[in-house]
Nanobody, 116 residues
Framework: QVQLVESGGGLVQPGGSLRLSCAASGFTFSNYTMSWYRQAPGKERELVASISSTGGSTGYAVSVKGRFTISRDNARNTVFLQMNSLKVEDTAVYYC?????????WGQGTQVTVSS
């Protein structure tokens, strides 16, 4: 079955950096677009970034463009989110996502807290 396991979250000061990882299994990773979403307390889950199956195309939410970078390693079935210049408003639970056929799959999430 599809499994997505996120890691790398934590507490960081404003202006700091974190690198999130998502290890995928149970499907042919290299065939699918992968995405990162986030959900802050009291807010809806929002799309942060996506990367095509080959890694040749990426897209970002306006709020993170220029600060976050999504990448993938198809040999390791892993997708990454490098987050730089973090802001307090980036505080959220970050989720890895893949859509296969009509189904959406999610990891358990990793908490990112940006605070001084």
């Amino acid at each position: 079955q599809v499994q997505l396991v996120e890691s790398g979250g934590g507490l960081v000061q404003p202006g700091g950096s974190l690198r999130l990882s998502c290890a995928a299994s149970g499907f042919t990773f290299s065939n699918y677009t992968m995405s990162w979403y986030r959900q802050a307390p009291g807010k809806e889950r929002e799309l942060v970034a996506s990367i095509s199956s080959t890694g040749g195309s990426t897209g970002y939410a306006v709020s993170v463009k220029g600060r976050f970078t999504i990448s993938r390693d198809n040999a390791r079935n892993t997708v990454f989110l490098q987050m730089n210049s973090l802001k307090v408003e980036d505080t959220a639970v970050y989720y890895c996502n893949v859509r296969r056929n009509t189904n959406a799959y999610w990891g358990q999430g990793t908490q990112v807290t940006v605070s001084s």
